[in-house]
């Protein structure tokens, strides 16, 4: 069995969120345990990825002036919006996670438990890969939603959530989304390259089942599953008490 340490954070803002995943990776390379967190927003934000300039993809004043959060991840990829949703992040040396020897990336193996908690909900999940539009949806594209990646989670042939990664030689840290609900008109007023019918290609829960757990089942369910996929123990549980919002919501 491999032990774990388990947090499950109280709604933070963006800058908030994106520190703590960067402390648990920044932990991790002192004491080697493993860390699962579990956390949520505190309200609308975006996050992009640590290569990209974000005034090229959002309206930064309008996000300044109606206090949308916006922090940059320390993993790659596009911009990603988040507020009615459910977080996580982990990070442990790649065996841990299954990853077979010799393998570079494999994310079939380290996303096969976001597959579990989908099933765990009633869905039938399936790689992008193996969906039928894969070769249609597979252009690379700035807003991470829009962009089907090999191992990106799709339910009914359209994308859920998205996941990110950082590797350092033997070392893996993941963080990703699983929506609830997004309105897309909202997100629409600060970034200007959404297609009119991105619904025809994404997805959320809310879309999917006539009724949404509440978010801490939804995490329960989660955890769950991380566990259950990789055999893992959990220990030095942690539950952070409420982040206050802090005055700086823009990062770069």
């Given at each position: 069995?491999?032990?774990?340490?388990?947090?499950r954070?109280?709604?933070?803002n963006?800058i908030d969120?994106?520190?703590?995943?960067?402390?648990?990776y920044?932990q991790?390379?002192v004491?080697?345990?493993?860390?699962?967190?579990?956390?949520r927003?505190?309200?609308?934000?975006f996050?992009?990825?640590?290569?990209?300039e974000?005034?090229?993809?959002?309206n930064?004043?309008?996000c300044?002036a109606?206090?949308i959060?916006?922090a940059k991840?320390?993993t790659?990829g596009?911009v990603?919006?988040?507020?009615?949703e459910i977080?996580?992040?982990?990070?442990?040396?790649?065996?841990?996670?299954?990853?077979?020897?010799?393998?570079?990336?494999?994310?079939?193996?380290?996303?096969?438990?976001?597959?579990r908690?989908?099933?765990?909900?009633g869905?039938n999940?399936?790689?992008a890969?193996d969906a039928k539009?894969f070769?249609q949806?597979?252009e690379p594209s700035e807003?991470?939603?829009?962009?089907?990646?090999k191992?990106?989670?799709?339910?009914?042939?359209?994308k859920?959530g998205?996941n990110a990664?950082?590797r350092?030689?033997?070392i893996?840290f993941?963080?990703g989304?699983i929506p609830?609900?997004?309105?897309?008109?909202?997100?629409?007023?600060y970034?200007?390259?959404?297609?009119n019918?991105i619904?025809g290609y994404?997805?959320t829960?809310?879309d999917?089942?006539?009724l949404?757990?509440?978010?801490?089942i939804l995490e329960?369910?989660l955890?769950?599953?991380?566990?259950?996929?990789?055999g893992?123990?959990?220990i030095?549980?942690?539950?952070c008490?409420e982040?206050?919002?802090?005055q700086?919501?823009?990062?770069?």
């Open positions: 069995m491999k032990n774990f340490k388990l947090i954070s109280a709604a933070s963006a969120n994106m520190a703590q995943d960067e402390n648990i920044n991790y390379l004491d080697k345990v493993g860390v699962f967190r579990v956390y927003w505190q309200g609308p934000s996050t992009y990825g640590f290569s990209q974000p005034q090229c993809q959002i930064l004043a309008k300044r109606d206090g959060g916006i991840r320390i790659g596009g990603l919006f988040h507020n009615d977080a996580y992040s982990f990070v442990g040396h790649k065996s841990e996670v299954e990853q077979l020897p010799g393998e570079l990336v494999g994310y079939r193996n380290i996303c096969k438990f976001l597959i908690f989908y099933e765990l909900l869905l999940p399936k790689f890969i539009n070769s949806r597979s807003f991470c939603s829009l962009a089907n990646e191992y990106d989670i799709v339910v009914g042939e359209k859920i998205g990664q950082k350092k030689k033997e893996i993941q963080h989304s609830c609900s997004v309105d897309w008109n909202f997100v629409s007023r970034v200007s390259f959404l297609p019918d619904a994404v997805t829960l809310s999917e089942l006539s949404v757990p509440q978010k801490n329960e369910k955890i769950e599953a991380f566990a259950d996929t990789f893992i123990s959990f030095n549980y942690s539950h008490q982040s206050k919002p802090l700086r919501i823009f990062s770069s």
